[in-house]
């Protein structure tokens, strides 16, 4: 996953519910997360649907590394 570009990355959530295809086709093309902010705090992360698959299969590696040491 590419690291977020805070100038581009973070969104209020009204800006994310007004132009939602816009910030989904962002997310998908840039391959990078998008921070949605509710009263000026983290609120939500959208991924596009790899970058989470391939986020869940790291972790399962690693969870089975662990349990074989």
Known sequence: MNRIKLNQDIKP?????????????HVQETKRAMVITKRGYS??????VATYESMVEELDRLS????AS
Not at 13 to 23: E, G, H, K
Not at 43 to 48: C, H, P, S
Not at 64 to 67: D, G, S, T, V
């Open 13 to 25: 959530l009204s800006d994310f519910r007004a132009n939602a295809a816009a910030a989904i086709n």
């Open 43 to 48: 609120a939500a992360v959208v991924l596009d």
């Open 64 to 67: 089975n590394l662990q349990a």
